[in-house]
């Protein structure tokens, strides 16, 4: 391989000059792996955690394999949020621009939020790349406005969330309207169960990569902090006096949560942003506008929004609420230590956090345990301190019996007096172990 490692895929020159220009030099896991694959005109299942290049995992060699000289719509991207979709289309405009074809190459946004009259009279020239939500793009497909049957590549990014937020109905009805050998990209992070179904129906032996995530890169600091009957909002404005972030991203498990919580801090002095999948299309745009010019430094999300953004400079996370489950954990400390920069997650637990938090120590995470008062961190007592101290006594008193020196000949209270003996050098093992610590 030469200096530029894209180099091994036979790009096209004018991708090679993109490629430059993006300041690659060597491809991802995912990219080394999926891009021969599209390439090669093969349908693709990619699973990968955020930030790991996907998105131009298939975007590189779908506008290598783009026809100009035929006007038609040639590849279809779909996104369950307008906001994700927004970020794909600035990328595909960016590679246009990159590969000096802004009179060739044309491409459009269909999301919801804009008026579908002028959307229509954009449409009469088809565009050759289509990017959008399912619904908005379904809807012009419906009204005969546009017409994907010509495409030849079809992408669903975040294919786990359409499904939660029941897109996938949406996806089945524009590939019906597509040929029956297009070739489609699936990218989800988690694959559940209900998605195999989709997948039987639609992928013919896909090829399948999955890029396991990485639990806890090296740079990255989990800390606990136990809630105690205490207010959620109390504890956080208690941890925003210890920590200076960049920006830091408050979760929460739900609409209703993000917005009481929101309500609190901001009452409590905090200059706080919200951003969530309830807010109206005027609402998000401007919190993403806000967000993006660093107008403030904390960000109160739900998993589902923050799934759909892409948010840069993230140096802590926040869980005001620990999710249900180890792959939720996984994306929202994701957001930050990323590209090598250092960042630290701090999770407010409850009892019933227990189970995840054992699951997620198995996988081998390691978490350190705190509290904060007074805006000062102290260390704090595992959640599991007892069982582990009874572990600990257990084999002390294992080795302590193992000392013990056994007599061939046995007197009347020899029992009593081998264990005064063992408690003897038990005794002396913790002392030591204490003098040792």
């Not at 979709?85 to 269909?110: P, R």
């Not at 210890?242 to 991203?249: E, F, G, K, N």
Request: contains cysteine; hydrophobic residues 35%; charged residues 30%.
């Amino acid at each position: 391989m030469t200096n530029n490692q894209f180099e091994q895929f036979s790009f096209q020159s004018h991708i090679m000059d993109v490629i430059k220009k993006l300041e690659f030099h060597k491809p991802t896991d995912i990219q080394n792996q999926i891009i021969p694959a599209i390439l090669k005109g093969e349908s693709v299942i990619g699973q990968s955690h955020t930030g790991s290049g996907k998105t131009h995992a298939y975007l590189l060699p779908l506008f290598d394999n783009l026809n100009s000289s035929r006007r038609e719509v040639q590849f279809v991207i779909t996104a369950p949020t307008r906001e994700l979709a927004m970020q794909i289309y600035d990328e595909v405009k960016k590679i246009i621009q990159f590969a000096g074809k802004g009179n060739e190459w044309k491409a459009k946004l269909l999301v919801g939020g804009t008026d579908k009259q002028k959307m229509t009279e954009k449409l009469k020239q088809p565009p050759h790349i289509v990017v959008g939500t399912p619904g908005r793009i379904l809807d012009m497909v419906k009204e005969d406005v546009l017409s994907i049957y010509t495409a030849k590549s079809f992408v669903v990014d975040e294919a786990d969330l359409m499904l939660d937020m029941g897109f996938i109905e949406d996806i089945d009805q524009l590939l019906i309207r597509c040929r029956t050998d297009i070739q489609l990209h699936v990218f989800s992070a988690t694959i559940p169960q209900r998605l195999e179904h989709f997948f039987r129906k639609y992928l013919e032996n896909p090829y399948h990569v999955k890029i396991d995530d990485q639990l806890s890169p090296e740079t990255m600091e989990h800390r606990l902090i136990p809630v105690r009957h205490r207010e959620i909002a109390d504890i956080i404005m208690e941890i925003t006096k210890a920590i200076h972030p960049y920006l830091a991203i408050i979760f929460t498990n739900g609409k209703e949560q993000a917005n009481q919580l929101t309500d609190q801090l901001l009452q409590k002095g905090l200059d706080v942003g919200i951003i969530h999948g309830g807010l109206s299309p005027r609402e998000r745009k401007r919190a993403l506008k806000d967000i993006q010019q660093l107008r403030y430094q904390y960000i109160v999300a739900t998993d589902l929004a923050a799934r759909g953004i892409d948010i840069k400079g993230v140096s802590h996370v926040i869980n005001a609420q620990l999710p249900k489950e180890e792959d939720f954990y996984i994306h929202r400390v994701g957001r930050t230590a990323r590209a090598g920069m250092e960042g630290t997650a701090v999770s407010l637990y409850q009892d019933t956090d227990l189970p995840l938090i054992e699951k997620l120590e198995k996988k081998g995470l390691s978490f350190t345990f705190y509290d904060v008062k007074k805006g000062e961190w102290v260390v704090s007592k595992p959640y599991n301190e007892r069982k582990m101290r009874t572990k600990v006594s257990t084999n002390v008193d294992r080795e302590a019996w193992k000392r013990v020196k056994k007599k061939k000949k046995v007197k009347p209270g020899y029992k009593k007096k081998m264990k005064r003996q063992q408690e003897t050098i038990k005794k002396q093992m913790i002392k030591k172990n204490k003098y040792k610590k």
